[in-house]
């Protein structure tokens, strides 16, 4: 058994994954590399054989039809050999002294017969032309141990955990029945959400491990490209909020952690309605919160009631307007697209 596995979603991403796959070889022996050609059209699937052949002990290339970021993740899921799962995006690559360290933190816990259910590290946000990088960290969590739900005493409003962040053991993705759904962007939050009620042990690694890359016009976390993709937006926050009972969740701050998190996409969902300044794209928003009132009436009113829910849906053009204000202001802080 491997220690660790990478699963690298790719879709014509000639021009940027060889700097992810030489990211994440230093690994060595250790470690399998799962280059998933999701369909692509351009040199991709060459390329991926070509480390395969070059590696064969570390690489596997599995080619398949085009079913989006989803699947290729499932695919990756399904291939795996190691303890542990990471994905990594073709455009995206990881720190050398960070990685070193993580292996050998796994490495530890193996040779003490210790397990976790998630590892956690920073990520940072390598965005285009900008002089200084927003490292992302997990506030509130503590560090260096291994910890549970109820070792963490305060959720920090706005902190979530991506996908960039974090390890998951395999067999605890397999077992609490994650399979993301095919041609929808934005999974990756399903991906982190909805293992979290069956995550017991966790430890956070205080190193800037992943590279978050962005800034393409064509990128699916671009301001525009995400209005136009809306009805995907929605999708994942609907699978996001049926698939977990947060009522039924018994540990408090577990519960809190994802209420928290479905606030967060919740609230993406309705400003991109109301940036795109359209009626369809508003009554789209408005179909979404009578959706979750019909399906759990008790977590829409905590929704509703919330800051950020009463933010969201303040009336008028100028309630829009705040909304908006407030939305900006939080992309200057944090520096997301």
Partial sequence: MKLLSFAIPCYNSKDYMEHCIESILPGGDDVEIIIVDDGSKDETAAIADRYAAEYPDIVKAVHQENGGHGEAVNTGLKNATGKYFKVVDSDDWVDLESYKKILDKLREFEQENTQIDMLLANYVYEKEGAKRKKVMRQTGFPRNEIFTWSDIKHIHKGHYILMHSVIYRTELLRSCGLKLPKHTFYVDNIYVYKPLPYVRTMYYLDVDFYRY?????????????????????IRVNKIMFDDVKLNEITNEMCRKYMYSYLEIITTISTILAIISGTDENMAKKDELWAYMKEHDEETYKKLRHGVMGQLMNLPGKGGRKVAIGAYKLSQKVVGFN
Avoid: L
């Fill in 213 to 233: 890359f962005i800034g393409r016009d064509d990128q699916s976390v671009n301001e525009q490209v995400m209005i136009r993709r809306i009805d995907q937006q």
